[in-house]
């Protein structure tokens, strides 16, 4: 998994930017919250994580932290996520379909 900070300079990290940079049918896009705390195994395509508040723990072969302001490229497989903090964790979350058209 990688991690950077927000890499984009001509708009905000907020759901209507990520909307409407990544808008175009070739991506899904889904926004998610979750309680701190929460804790739950999930299993993903290959994507980005737009963390626009709160902080989660990923676990894969590694543990990485991801915070507000923060992007994050999984790879396709298996993780258990835990919010970590007193915020709620507020994330986008962008699948690239176009390898899978024809």
């Not at 998610?32 to 709160?54: C, E, I, S």
């Amino acid at each position: 998994m990688r991690v950077e900070n927000w890499p984009y300079t001509n708009g905000p990290m907020t759901p209507a930017f990520i909307r409407q940079t990544y808008g175009a049918a070739s991506f899904r896009i889904a926004e998610h919250k979750y309680a701190p705390g929460t804790t739950f195994p999930g299993r993903t395509r290959a994507a980005k994580w737009f963390v626009l508040a709160g902080a989660c723990t990923v676990r894969r072969d590694e543990e990485v932290t991801v915070k507000a302001g923060q992007v994050a490229e999984i790879d396709a497989g298996d993780y258990t996520m835990t919010v970590v903090g007193d915020t709620e964790l507020h994330l986008m979350e962008v699948w690239d379909l176009r390898p899978f058209m024809n």
